[in-house]
């Protein structure tokens, strides 16, 4: 089986002005052939996120024709923008909204779902997606929208804020992408008003940025994000964040717009393999956006010098969103009209500087988590995840079923480059079910085609083994096809182990369940609002690589080391000198310096291809 939603790479998608008229152009057949009497151009099976989305379709219209001049469309604008106007705009308060501040304010909202009190929790987004459809329609308006709808459309755009900003509490699902975007919606609406009544509102905008989400980033790996939805980063939702910053910052010019994007790419491109794979986050794991991601990806790789067009979106959303009979649905509309305005072109090769989190070269990579365990190896087009024993996740040694890979103190790392090979030594005090401090000492060292893993650590009691990842996924042409098995060999004993029995919290590769939907099964709310990210940290057992410590090592120490990728001879050796552990392989010698590290206590590592 196949990975749902990760599908080719976003910087595959063609997006010359030439691409762009033919979405637009279809689109435009679409949208006049849907076109309702009353005026509606959304998608008849439309239920949830519906509030907006006829206005977004109006908006692309507006852009194509302003492109285009298609004498079609001027009617077909004025007609469904008079529809949202006099069927979709609310002022009644919606019965069992949580969220407001004033009752009976009178002031416009977006609904969610159109029912009265049917889904109500969602007003609050869908509003600020008919914020920005309507400032969209409000850039594309010249020689296309009549004076009168216009200044109605102003009018209904700053109630839209108001009622975001005053009537009701500020991001009240503690979504990032949301609030960024409220952001936006207000810097766009400021540049439509007369200067008196635009500065207050400029003002709001950037006041709540830096007061409500800028003040409240959460850290990761060393990176302070918006938070989504209480947690950190997720994975759909992340990109589209990045989407809302450089938007921010392209109508703003304010600089915390750019810094901040320039922070969450840099740690998007730490987190992202070079296939493009990732998982993980606090609504979703495994659902990745498409187009939604172009604009914040494309923008924010050029200002860092990275290929982060290589994430994997959803390609049935390559250019706008579906409904599953594959016809146009206004929803985010915004992000197309964005992204084909912006002419900043893909950054397609990878960054030259090295990142703490990532190991990255040729075909290889290891996505490091905050405390520099390995989140995703991968290696001959396999992803592999960190394994679980005994509640316990990562890649480490076990001794008597206890996983040591989490830090007790520094965890210091020393990068090298030398002779076509990058290295990547990570240093650990961890203290194991003995209370005994021990150092693991785990040494990373790639070709861009293989990907060598060893680990050493002061000599461990029973019978110990490295927790060497769980194979996950591999890459099956614009794919990425599920898996239980990948290219390793270890220089002592390895096996493929799966866990018995069989449930929710026992993970077998094996098995057609995706990371996701075992996270969500085991996450204490429903699908997408339960966090998978904390399901998925109840796993007990998962399919693990096992590798028995490498035979004849002297002195007090274990020392364990695996290969991923390409098959091949495989007989490292081991000794202990004065100056540290040498590990020689059929591609390097290196030579990694004690625990104690150098005069600063930082790691030492010499290499030679």
């Given at each position: 089986?196949?990975?749902?939603?990760?599908?080719?790479?976003?910087?595959?998608?063609?997006?010359?002005?030439?691409?762009?008229?033919?979405?637009?152009?279809?689109?435009?057949?679409?949208?006049?052939?849907?076109?309702?009497?009353?005026?509606?151009?959304?998608?008849?099976?439309?239920?949830?996120?519906?509030?907006?989305?006829?206005?977004?379709?109006?908006?692309?219209?507006?852009?194509?024709?302003?492109?285009?001049?298609?004498?079609?469309?001027?009617?077909?604008?004025?007609?469904?923008?008079?529809?949202?106007?006099?069927?979709?705009?609310?002022?009644?308060?919606?019965?069992?909204?949580?969220?407001?501040?004033?009752?009976?304010?009178?002031?416009?909202?977006?609904?969610?779902?159109?029912?009265?009190?049917?889904?109500?929790?969602?007003?609050?987004?869908?509003?600020?997606?008919?914020?920005?459809?309507?400032?969209?329609?409000?850039?594309?308006?010249?020689?296309?929208?009549?004076?009168?709808?216009?200044?109605?459309?102003?009018?209904?755009?700053?109630?839209?804020?108001?009622?975001?900003?005053?009537?009701?509490?500020f991001n009240p699902q503690e979504a990032g992408n949301q609030a960024i975007g409220c952001v936006v919606g207000g810097l766009m609406l400021a540049r439509h008003l007369p200067s008196a009544e635009a500065e207050p509102v400029r003002t709001r905008a950037l006041e709540l940025y830096a007061g409500k989400i800028r003040?409240?980033?959460?850290?990761?790996?060393?990176?302070?994000?918006?938070?989504?939805h209480g947690g950190a980063y997720d994975n759909n939702y992340g990109p589209i964040s990045l989407s809302f910053l450089a938007q921010a910052h392209r109508v703003s010019g304010?600089?915390?717009?750019?810094?901040?994007?320039?922070?969450?790419?840099?740690?998007?491109?730490?987190?992202?393999?070079?296939?493009?794979?990732?998982?993980?986050?606090?609504?979703?794991?495994?659902?990745?956006?498409?187009?939604?991601?172009?604009?914040?990806?494309?923008?924010?790789?050029?200002?860092?010098?990275?290929?982060?067009?290589?994430?994997?979106?959803?390609?049935?959303?390559?250019?706008?969103?579906?409904?599953?009979?594959?016809?146009?649905?206004?929803?985010?509309?915004?992000?197309?009209?964005?992204?084909?305005?912006?002419?900043?072109?893909?950054?397609?090769?990878?960054?030259?500087?090295?990142?703490?989190?990532?190991?990255?070269?040729?075909?290889?990579?290891?996505?490091?988590?905050?405390?520099?365990?390995?989140?995703?190896?991968?290696?001959?087009?396999?992803?592999?995840?960190?394994?679980?024993?005994?509640?316990?996740?990562?890649?480490?040694?076990?001794?008597?079923?206890?996983?040591?890979?989490?830090?007790?103190?520094?965890?210091?790392?020393?990068?090298?480059?030398?002779?076509?090979?990058?290295?990547?030594?990570?240093?650990?005090?961890?203290?194991?079910?003995?209370?005994?401090?021990?150092?693991?000492?785990?040494?990373?060292?790639?070709?861009?085609?293989?990907?060598?893993?060893?680990?050493?650590?002061?000599?461990?009691?029973?019978?110990?083994?490295?927790?060497?990842?769980?194979?996950?996924?591999?890459?099956?042409?614009?794919?990425?096809?599920?898996?239980?098995?990948?290219?390793?060999?270890?220089?002592?004993?390895?096996?493929?182990?799966?866990?018995?029995?069989?449930?929710?919290?026992?993970?077998?590769?094996?098995?057609?369940?995706?990371?996701?939907?075992?996270?969500?099964?085991?996450?204490?709310?429903?699908?997408?609002?339960?966090?998978?990210?904390?399901?998925?940290?109840?796993?007990?057992?998962?399919?693990?690589?096992?590798?028995?410590?490498?035979?004849?090592?002297?002195?007090?120490?274990?020392?364990?080391?695996?290969?991923?990728?390409?098959?091949?001879?495989?007989?490292?050796?081991?000794?202990?000198?004065?100056?540290?552990?040498?590990?020689?392989?059929?591609?390097?010698?290196?030579?990694?310096?004690?625990?104690?590290?150098?005069?600063?206590?930082?790691?030492?590592?010499?290499?030679?291809?």
């Open positions: 089986m196949h990975l749902p939603h990760q599908r080719g790479p976003l910087h595959d998608l063609p997006d010359t002005p030439e691409a762009y008229d033919a979405v637009l152009a279809d689109v435009t057949e679409q949208a006049l052939t849907r076109l309702t009497p009353e005026g509606s151009l959304e998608h008849p099976d439309c239920v949830d996120d519906i509030g907006d989305t006829s206005l977004g379709i109006t908006s692309l219209l507006a852009l194509a024709w302003q492109r285009t001049k298609d004498p079609r469309l001027p009617e077909a604008v004025h007609r469904s923008l008079a529809f949202h106007l006099r069927e979709r705009v609310y002022v009644d308060d919606n019965p069992g909204y949580p969220n407001l501040r004033v009752r009976n304010s009178g002031l416009p909202y977006a609904r969610y779902t159109l029912a009265a009190g049917a889904h109500p929790i969602g007003d609050w987004p869908s509003t600020v997606w008919a914020l920005l459809q309507a400032v969209n329609v409000l850039d594309l308006a010249d020689g296309l929208v009549d004076e009168d709808q216009r200044d109605e459309l102003v009018r209904v755009a700053q109630g839209y804020w108001r009622w975001l900003t005053g009537a009701t509490f003040a409240h980033r959460v850290g990761d790996r060393g990176a302070l994000l918006p938070p989504e304010e600089e915390m717009f750019a810094e901040d994007g320039d922070t969450l790419a840099r740690y998007i491109d730490a987190r992202l393999t070079n296939g493009g794979f990732d998982h993980g986050g606090p609504r979703y794991s495994e659902q990745h956006s498409a187009f939604e991601s172009v604009l914040g990806l494309r923008y924010f790789g050029a200002r860092i010098g990275s290929d982060l067009g290589r994430y994997r979106g959803d390609s049935r959303w390559a250019r706008h969103a579906v409904k599953p009979d594959g016809g146009v649905d206004g929803h985010f509309a915004w992000m197309l009209v964005w992204q084909i305005q912006d002419a900043t072109p893909w950054h397609r090769e990878p960054a030259a500087a090295t990142a703490r989190h990532q190991l990255r070269a040729g075909t290889v990579s290891v996505a490091f988590d905050s405390r520099m365990t390995p989140a995703v190896v991968e290696a001959g087009g396999t992803y592999y995840l960190p394994a679980a024993v005994n509640r316990q996740h990562g890649f480490g040694p076990v001794a008597d079923g206890f996983l040591l890979c989490r830090p007790m103190g520094e965890v210091r790392v020393r990068d090298v480059r030398a002779g076509g090979l990058a290295a990547k030594l990570v240093t650990k005090p961890v203290v194991g079910r003995d209370h005994v401090l021990r150092h693991v000492r785990s040494l990373y060292v790639t070709d861009g085609t293989r990907l060598w893993m060893t680990v050493a650590v002061e000599r461990l009691p029973g019978s110990p083994y490295l927790l060497a990842g769980m194979p996950y996924a591999a890459d099956d042409g614009d794919r990425v096809r599920r898996t239980a098995e990948g290219e390793v060999v270890s220089a002592g004993e390895l096996r493929l182990t799966h866990p018995e029995p069989a449930g929710a919290d026992h993970f077998d590769a094996r098995s057609r369940t995706t990371q996701e939907l075992a996270a969500f099964a085991l996450a204490a709310d429903p699908r997408g609002y339960g966090d998978p990210d904390e399901g998925w940290r109840h796993l007990v057992a998962s399919t693990a690589l096992e590798a028995e410590p490498a035979p004849g090592v002297p002195g007090d120490l274990h020392v364990f080391a695996v290969r991923y990728g390409p098959a091949g001879p495989f007989s490292p050796e081991f000794d202990v000198g004065t100056r540290g552990l040498a590990v020689r392989t059929e591609a390097f010698t290196a030579v990694i310096g004690g625990p104690a590290g150098d005069e600063r206590g930082e790691p030492t590592l010499t290499l030679r291809g």
